[in-house]
């Protein structure tokens, strides 16, 4: 896996700004990003164009393509959560 640790500085002001734990999750993003690929058996790849997730491709052990996004957990997150769970 390629470590997030040279994110795009709009990005960062975007989250640091935009959520109250911000800049710490961001700190944590790399060890986020490992857990990940070792909880699920994927292989994430780049980065998408960040704004305020993170969002990449990734391959699962199966070779399935698939998406990773990861998001400062608030609100806004958990009503994403439930509308993917619904669908």
């Known amino acids: 896996m390629r470590i997030a640790t040279d ?4 990005f ?15 700190d944590s993003l790399p060890g986020l990003l490992a857990e990940c690929e070792e ?10 164009d ?6 990449a491709s990734a391959t699962a052990a199966d070779r399935d ?4 996004k990861l998001a400062v957990p608030g609100p806004e997150l958990s009503s994403e959560i439930k509308a993917l769970q619904l669908y």
């Open 65 to 68: 393509d698939l998406v990773v």
């Open 12 to 26: 960062r002001r975007n989250v640091a700004a935009a959520f109250p734990a911000g800049a710490a999750w961001l």
């Open 39 to 48: 909880r699920w058996q994927l292989r994430i790849g780049p980065p998408f």
């Open 50 to 55: 960040l704004s305020y997730s993170y969002t």
């Open 7 to 10: 994110l795009p500085e709009a």
